[in-house]
């Protein structure tokens, strides 16, 4: 089914929140493209539907926008996994036990909610929207039921590297760049917690942590993914391609004096520019593919970001789509992301298979919609959770160029994998949690 969803605007405006908790307890299939719990703009979706696959042959709306409507009228809603994206990019990749398991939602019932307007939309078929509406409009938090909610236990991430094996696969980045082998690096590792979690109680902690512009809760059977990504890999409207890279960060300060010191520090270091502006040049590379030529612009460069937890340097790049191009194509020329691969992409990929020996999965890929009329937000999978019936796992990683330093490298891992595990009730790994970290 490709046809639009009707959509019928709510009297009054409900809460994100109190939506998802009422549908997400009775559907398998369920999520929540969440601009953040206290987004004054923007907009979220929560929605159910049916697992299904992602189609390549939608084309890209390039007639103009209906402002009228949400940007998401219907369509799918899931995750593109890193290995299936190096795979068609023709980089060796490492087995996965998900491989071939559902990612998309085709989305059957829809609330769209605009936060700078406060007005929400109630999405269906034409036979639904009646009934739909109506249910929605009466949503609230139910009460939470102790009996289907997992006690909180506290745990300790088990680490894929330690330190000092991280900050020996840096040094080995750099031999290979000092051999002219690849540019950039972006190493990644990654931290389990094994064990059961509720998945809805783990992102309520996370959105309360981080809150982020391209959050989400994507959960179909007994996966589920939960992020708070600052990352907007791809976004395609009314003709415009547009991604938004991340290549530098900082923690925050302790105090406004030394927050504002570490984000000057971002915003001139020498390296950390120099790893961002070799991503934008990658992804203005990726986007000419699929673009009309001579339209590829930087919009913006080193632009600092904050985040409750962290500083990031922030870029972005944008194109005109080319007549006729489709949601596969545009994939097929841009992911994996640049920024988790590294540049050269390929000669990057290939060598982080060998480096890393084991699968990044969900970590490292993207996650969002992609709209019937071919309406494209895809957000980088990071600062992110995957969750299953075998237990937890949060990726963290960084890129590395000849001016890294391993120590803080491994420090900014560390930095970034905080957070989510700290959703999850878990504490890091011994070694990663020593003073010299932190």
């Known amino acids: 089914m490709r046809e639009r969803l009707s959509a019928r605007q709510l009297p009054a405006w409900v809460e994100p929140a109190a939506v998802f908790r009422a549908v ?5 299939a369920v999520f ?10 923007g907009w979220s979706f929560v929605g159910t539907g049916e697992p299904s696959e992602l189609p390549d042959d939608v084309e890209l709306d390039a007639a103009d926008v209906d402002e009228t409507l949400p940007p ?26 998900d491989a071939g398991a559902p990612s998309w939602i085709r989305a059957t019932r829809v609330v769209a909610f605009d936060h700078s307007s406060r007005t929400a939309w109630a999405l ?7 009934e739909w509406a109506a249910r929605v409009a009466a949503a609230s938090v139910p009460p939470r039921s102790g009996s289907d909610r997992l ?23 750099r031999e290979l760049i000092r051999a002219g082998t690849a540019y950039q690096l972006c190493l990644t590792t990654r931290f389990t917690v094994p064990g059961r979690h509720d998945p809805v109680r783990v992102y309520e902690r996370l959105r309360a942590a981080i809150p ?43 105090d406004r004096e030394e927050d504002a010191a570490l984000a000057a520090e971002l915003a001139a270091d020498p390296k950390e520019r120099a790893e961002n502006v070799m991503i934008v040049d990658l992804m203005r590379n990726d986007l000419s593919r699929v673009c009309v030529a001579g339209s590829i612009r930087v919009d913006g460069l080193w632009v600092v970001e904050t985040y409750p937890a962290v500083h990031q340097l922030v870029s972005t790049v944008s194109g005109t789509a080319d007549e006729g191009t489709t949601v596969g194509a545009l994939l097929e020329a841009t992911f994996p992301a640049g920024s988790m691969t590294g540049a050269p992409k390929l000669s990057a990929m290939t060598q982080l298979h ?26 980088m999978v990071i600062r992110s959770i995957v969750i299953d019936e075998g237990g937890a796992s949060v990726g963290a990683g960084g890129g590395i160029t000849w001016g890294s330093v391993a120590a803080s490298e491994v420090a900014e891992v560390a930095t970034k994998a905080r957070a989510p595990l700290a959703a999850l009730g878990a504490g890091m790994p011994a070694r990663w949690r020593s003073d010299i970290l932190n």
């Open 354 to 379: 060998g480096l890393e020996d084991a699968p990044r999965g969900v970590y490292a890929g993207c996650f969002g919609y992609v709209g019937v009329d071919g309406a494209v937000d895809l957000a």
């Open 72 to 97: 998401f009228v219907g369509g799918w809603v899931g995750w593109r996994d890193y290995e299936s994206g190096a795979a068609v990019a023709g980089a060796p990749v490492a087995d996965t036990a």
């Open 124 to 130: 269906s078929p034409p036979a639904d929207a009646e």
């Open 212 to 254: 982020a512009h391209h959050g989400g809760f994507v959960r179909i059977g007994r996966r589920a993914l939960l992020s708070a990504s600052p990352e907007q890999f791809l976004h395609a409207r009314g003709g415009l391609i547009r991604s938004r890279p991340i290549k530098g960060t900082r923690p925050r300060g302790a």
């Open 24 to 28: 997400e307890i009775e559907a398998p």
């Open 32 to 41: 929540w493209l969440d601009a953040g719990s206290a987004a004054e703009e």
């Open 151 to 173: 006690a909180d236990v506290p745990r300790t991430a088990v680490a894929r590297h330690d330190p000092v094996e991280y900050a020996a696969l840096i040094e080995r980045c």
